[in-house]
């Protein structure tokens, strides 16, 4: 196979061109690099702006609002933010809302998270005691509304 025909393929769109003999781990490395190219760009046009009743997370801008005015939010608390806002009502234990808006995972992070929970509840004015917007399940976690 000469150069003309991988031009040819790449220009009609193709995402990548492997000759023989391959190797079956770039093949795989390959597959994984363009299936992060098209999330990053799925995730891209889908989460601009998330909207949760008074809230509205705008994840290019990295910016959220209640009723219209601006929470100045650490990177942690908006990607926690983030998270919950994805999925409004559902219940992530500890390790999962960790896992999903920190990437890692580490037991020793939970006591850390329920400190960022506390300052967040604070800036969006939830009362403790009663939250309208970040609620505790206890025994499991904590679930973005749904009271």
Same mark, same amino acid.
């Given at each position: *196979?000469?150069?003309? %025909? &991988?031009?040819?393929?790449?220009?009609?769109? +193709?995402? /990548?061109?492997?000759?023989?003999?391959?190797?079956?781990?770039?093949? +795989?490395?390959?597959?994984?690099?363009?299936?992060? $190219? +098209?999330?990053?760009?799925?995730?891209?046009?889908?989460?601009?702006?998330?909207?949760?009743?008074?809230?509205?997370? /705008?994840?290019?801008?990295?910016?959220?609002?209640?009723?219209?005015?601006?929470?100045?939010?650490? $990177?942690?608390?908006?990607?926690? *933010?983030?998270?919950? =806002? $994805?999925?409004?009502?559902?219940?992530?234990?500890?390790?999962?809302?960790?896992?999903? +808006?920190?990437?890692?995972?580490?037991?020793? *992070?939970?006591?850390?998270? %329920?400190?960022?929970? &506390?300052?967040?509840?604070?800036?969006?004015?939830? %009362?403790?005691? %009663?939250?309208?917007? =970040?609620?505790?399940?206890?025994?499991?976690?904590?679930?973005?509304?749904?009271?």
């Amino acid at each position: *196979m000469d150069d003309t %025909d &991988k031009i040819v393929g790449l220009e009609v769109g +193709a995402d /990548d061109y492997i000759t023989k003999p391959y190797n079956p781990r770039e093949v +795989a490395a390959r597959v994984r690099s363009v299936l992060r $190219r +098209a999330k990053g760009d799925l995730e891209a046009e889908v989460e601009r702006v998330l909207v949760y009743h008074a809230l509205r997370l /705008d994840v290019s801008r990295r910016q959220l609002t209640l009723r219209g005015t601006e929470v100045e939010l650490t $990177r942690i608390e908006f990607d926690l *933010m983030h998270a919950l =806002i $994805r999925s409004p009502e559902h219940i992530f234990t500890r390790g999962e809302l960790i896992e999903s +808006a920190l990437n890692y995972q580490y037991d020793g *992070m939970e006591r850390s998270l %329920d400190t960022h929970i &506390k300052n967040l509840r604070r800036k969006l004015g939830d %009362d403790p005691r %009663d939250p309208e917007y =970040i609620q505790t399940v206890y025994g499991v976690g904590y679930r973005l509304g749904n009271r």
